[in-house]
């Protein structure tokens, strides 16, 4: 079987099992003819599916597109102080303008992410090459500071219950008609599909890719768009999974290298595996109670991440 | 003749301690003195203790802006507390004694710290940031094993754990104070006894080794004192992550010669003042009671990173 079909299949039958799991009992028989599993099919455990699925795959390819950019294999929204900086406009914008609308709250978590994370790349540009660590370790605790100003003005507000759903990621709130924006950030994924050629030129820094006829800062700034806008749907609908996508982008070039054409699709689609299965674990561990997706995802993520970076390299 | 520096700080501290016990005050001065003095007792000893453990911590992995916070050790302590709860059941842990489990908690901490971080601090002593970002990540790692075990032991009583996760400056856990004194002092009394090999240490692994130190002897219990500290501190009110860094940086701009008999004593008056008159200003002046330890965690943040971008090696 080729990888791709073997991914495929994969990642199918997560999805069959994560329809599967849960605490109503859905009975197959009765979909279609019997209106309480439809109800619950396409009311809960369809959606859910689908959150889950969008999510890993989309926030997989923003870090991957963070990666490049950012021209360190370290970095990715979580530690670049992007999900923080979302959070930051969303507790904005509920204590200036409580009553704006969805979109508007979308649309300035957008701008703050946007924004923190140009910082971030301005203070990584100061950074010497030499030493890759430097950069997610700036990261986090730049990140940490402005978690610090989002946990302080939320205590002051009395708003840290909206600022816990924000930060930690969960899936067990989704149901049709709220997790419809997620779609948005899948587009955008699709967006970093249609240009992978040229993020994989980028990769190779500013000389190289003038010299080969990609325009660098518009890519640097198409890639910053592709990771605000993913961050701040995936905060404001499920909340932050830390190193979702660190991990995912390392382990896929790992095994096959870092042309984007190529790789993106599967950076996608272990994503969307990988937060799958922790989705389904975190809800199968202490049944018929859920643990949240961020707390399974943050054992395995970081113990993923403390193998990237204590593993010898494969290739010198 | 005591250093005129430290004579100084302990001024302050006395005139932070007074601040405390008497700003504010009204109502029946026996219990006032008591219930206050019990809270300032509290916080003195863990502002000395994160000072003196950072700078202890510091000189045998050599840097300075490393901390045992910053490498997990409070996360560490917290996920062998929901460990015991986890192991004994919590209906069992909470009929236990709190002073003994407490003792049993500092125990399996010195156990694990040391080895775990002996060996991290072997391995990598070359490259500062590679085991800068370990020790980040592995703090994250035990945070969510932590709430995972938390959510494991029972998602109903969840939240009665849920408290641990913020430094608590404000509601100290004065019931296990006895307890925690002697943990520090026990850790700060090793430090002050390994002054001199630790003076020698701050030359670095090779020289100190040529010098008849043994330094791998001293940095595995140099950790098993620091994890001592930190298990008091941590027990008392909480994960705090950038403290120890700004009391240990603060010391070595008063202190810039590497003495452990002035560094020491120095770092524990600092952290002793800092906790106690910060805790005054907000909770008296400014009426923030819970505000002290984001302000910590904001200032400590800044200074990491100037440390990290500006002050590098």
Redesign the interface.
Known sequence: MSRAALAAAGLGLLCLVSVAVGVGDLRVAGIGRDAEADLLLFVSRLPRTAAVVLTGATMAVAGLVMQVIARNR?VEPTTAGTGESAALGLLLVTILAPTASLPAKMGVATLTALAGTAVFLA?VR??PPT?P??V???G???G??IG??V??LG??TDLLQYIAVWTSGEFSGVLRGRYELLWIAGAVAVVAYVFADRFTIASLGREASVGLGVSYGAMVALGLGIVAMTTAMVVVTVGMI?FVGLVVPNLVSRAMGDNLRRTLPYVAASGAGLVLACDILGRL??YP?E?PVG??F??VG??I??WL??APPRRA | MPDRRLVLLALLLAAAAAAFLLIGARGSWSFLLAFRGQRLLALALVGAAVGVATVMFQTVSGNRILTPAIMGFDALYLLIQSGLVMALGATAYVQIDPRAKFLAEAAVMMLAASTLFAALLGRGRSDLYRLLLVGIIFGTLFRSLTNLVQRLIDPNEFAIFQGAAFARFSNVDTGLLAAAALLVALGAGYGWAARHALDVATLGREAAVSLGVEHDRLSRRTLIAVALLVSATTALVGPVTFFGLLVASLAYVLFPEPRHGLLLPAAALIGATALVAGQTLFERLLGMASTLSVVVEFGGGFLFLFLLLWRRR
């Open positions: 370290f203070i100061r950074l030493q660590l430097l997610p370790l700036v986090l605790v730049y940490g500071i610090a100003g946990t302080f205590y002051e830390p561990i202490r109670y643990i707390t399974v943050g054992v970081s113990a991440f403390l970076l204590l």
